[in-house]
């Protein structure tokens, strides 16, 4: 009993790092005059391949703020990462008039990205990797569209079991080329 209460205080206790990727301030005009109003928007992840975002409206900038993050803790995704710093694949995300090229890179490269992208991946855990926004610069946008991108990523292991295949057979080391063929007749 005291061993399931201590794993879900560990559990509880996870680090999770918050980025505020945008305020803006919104003034309606009412009867009598304006009233200031403020809209956050947040991405939270714990850098091991989770993230979320959250976008939250308050009077204050506080409270938006913590509005986003309670949202974005709600609404995480966890996302493969080959080799814990990297992208498995090249993809291409669109949300409304943003998008966005997602691209592998190798080790060394580090985080080459804008804006609300660099906020993503720097709390995904991403350490390589190479992004290029296309269309809208929205903020809200711009981090649709890569959602959009990374939920749809496929690693090798979900993959093969797609079709039934050994994770090996997928990863294979271009056996199926036209050079591995050539190099084996040689041999």
Avoid: C, W
């Avoid at 409304?96 to 691209?103: S, T």
């Avoid at 946008?141 to 979900?158: E, G, Q």
């Amino acid at each position: 009993m005291t061993q399931a209460l201590d794993r879900r205080k560990t559990e509880k206790k996870e680090e999770l790092v918050e980025r505020l990727v945008h305020i803006n301030r919104v003034a309606k005009t009412v009867k009598g005059g304006r009233t200031m109003s403020f809209a956050a928007v947040v991405v939270v992840g714990d850098q091991k391949g989770r993230v979320g975002f959250g976008s939250g409206k308050a009077a204050e900038v506080p409270e938006a703020i913590t509005k986003a993050t309670n949202e974005a803790k709600k609404n995480m995704v966890r996302i493969p990462l080959r080799e814990g710093r990297t992208l498995h694949h090249d993809i291409h995300g669109r949300f409304g008039a943003g998008k966005v090229i997602l691209r592998t890179a190798p080790a060394g490269t580090g985080v080459i990205a804008g804006g609300p992208m660099r906020a993503i991946f720097e709390v995904l855990g991403v350490q390589d990797v190479v992004a290029k926004s296309l269309g809208s610069n929205n903020p809200y946008n711009m981090i649709k569209a890569t959602f959009d991108a990374l939920t749809s990523i496929n690693s090798p292991r979900m993959v093969a079991a797609k079709r039934g295949k050994k994770v090996g057979d997928i990863v294979s080391r271009r056996e199926g080329s036209v050079n591995a063929k050539v190099e084996k007749e040689e041999a």
